[in-house]
């Protein structure tokens, strides 16, 4: 294993508090998606074992469960665009 001098580490304009920063925000939609795709699929498993419908609501819930998590992370991502555009405007 090599060890890295940190001076010649690449940097960002903000630094390595933005790398944290975003990284934390791309785990962070990472686990609500897969949380909602989980939740879903659990939903919908116990519904066809009640029903006796397997697979049908497990791939429908799956299926909810995407399209709610990455739903959420649209409007999150937008949002965060509106506002840094807003901060934009303000600048200027």
Do not use: C, N
Request: net charge negative.
């Amino acid at each position: 294993m090599t060890h890295r001098d940190p001076e010649h580490r690449p940097r960002t304009k903000g630094g390595d508090s933005e790398i944290q920063r975003a990284s934390g925000e791309a785990l962070g939609h990472g686990f609500t998606i897969a949380a909602a795709i989980g939740l879903f699929l659990w939903a919908g498993d116990r519904l066809d074992r009640a029903l006796g419908t397997s697979p049908l609501f497990a791939l429908t819930g799956a299926l909810v469960g995407a399209a709610a998590g990455f739903y959420r992370m649209y409007a999150h991502l937008t949002a965060g665009q509106r506002s840094s555009d807003a901060d934009r405007d303000e600048q200027e």
